[in-house]
């Protein structure tokens, strides 16, 4: 996965850590959205199906890039419209600006 890759050069560059858009109509945003993901497989449907993609990014970054690289991933609530952005491997959850 070309995310997980761009993040391990990142992390062999001497970066902390990366953001992972899942918001602002980004690929992952249109997993996310009912409106725009009108797929009927198992990446579409219900929102745990719409989510998979964005988790699946998110470990496959975590993955290549290892265990203490800082993953941020932003995203808007599908359901409330909200900015959310999670930091990875935290339960903390706040509202970006």
């Known amino acids: ?3 997980a890759h761009c993040a391990q050069l990142a992390r062999e560059a001497g970066y902390d850590g990366v953001e992972v858009m899942g918001s602002e109509g980004y690929l992952i945003n249109e997993f996310l959205a009912a409106r725009t993901n009108q797929r009927d497989d198992q990446w579409g449907g219900d929102y745990a199906r719409r989510m998979r993609f964005a988790v699946e ?8 890039a290892g265990h203490d690289f800082i993953i941020i991933y932003r995203s808007v609530d599908a359901r409330s419209g909200q900015r959310r952005q999670h930091a990875g491997g935290s339960h903390r959850t706040g509202q970006s600006d």
């Open 1 to 3: 996965m070309i995310l």
């Open 57 to 64: 990014v998110v470990k496959a970054v975590r993955q290549r």
